[in-house]
């Protein structure tokens, strides 16, 4: 059985252990690294050859805004999925991680079984947005005036009708699935139409999709 390495990054030494002793508990699941800023934390992610890193928002000296930004800029690092846990759901840091590169977000208070399937998801490349995290939270994050400015529309224009149709189920939150069942065509289909737009967008998940979709207009709130 694959083993998916974790890395967890949180200041809290007890929220570590309870993480640790949960994460272990799955036998596809194992606890490769721990860190309690995000000093150093990408050589750590390096030398475990980890694969998800559940990531505290707000730790001393560098916070897991710039650490995820550091692990995300890291070419070695780029199948490397961040995950970043907050306190606070609504949070304003929480679009600033989805845009710096974080793969999506949990609110620390989850349970034990999402906690786990969070790190699945995230690890077969999938978009992760907590159930009280709706996509209209993104749109209302992105409408505020300080948000940063949207795209210009032109930068959809290298994706086909299909693949901006696709596009903005992905940003509705459809797994690939369902937009197989929207579109009337095979879930393979669905999955090649997603995975030429994020590579034509250069976005490293279903995610950053979601927050490219957004930003460009193509859908709103």
Do not use: C, W
């Not at 995290?133 to 940063?148: N, S």
């Not at 795209?151 to 290298?158: G, I, N, T």
């Amino acid at each position: 059985m694959e083993q998916i390495r974790v890395v967890i990054a949180d200041d809290q030494a007890l929220i570590r252990a309870g993480f640790r002793v949960l994460i272990e508990s799955a036998a596809d699941l194992t606890v490769v690294g721990e860190a309690e800023s995000g000093v150093g934390l990408v050589d750590l992610v390096r030398e475990t050859a980890a694969d998800v890193v559940l990531m505290d928002i707000r730790m001393p000296d560098v916070d897991g805004l710039t650490a995820t930004r550091e692990i995300v800029s890291d070419p070695s690092l780029r199948d490397v999925k961040v995950v970043v846990l907050t306190t606070f759901e609504i949070d304003e840091y929480v679009l600033q991680a989805l845009r710096a590169g974080a793969s999506g977000f949990l609110g620390k208070g989850v349970g034990p079984g999402e906690l786990l399937e969070a790190v699945r998801v995230v690890h077969r490349g999938e978009a992760l947005l907590s159930p009280k995290a709706t996509m209209g939270l993104i749109g209302r994050f992105l409408a505020q005036p300080d948000a940063t400015p949207r795209a210009v529309p032109e930068r959809l224009e290298v994706l086909t009708d299909r693949e901006r149709e696709v596009l903005a189920l992905v940003a509705e939150g459809l797994t690939n699935e369902q937009i197989a069942e929207r579109l009337v065509v095979s879930p393979l289909t669905a999955r090649t139409h997603v995975h030429r737009a994020m590579a034509k967008l250069g976005a490293r998940d279903r995610a950053q999709l979601v927050v490219i979709a957004y930003q460009t207009g193509l859908v709103r709130q």
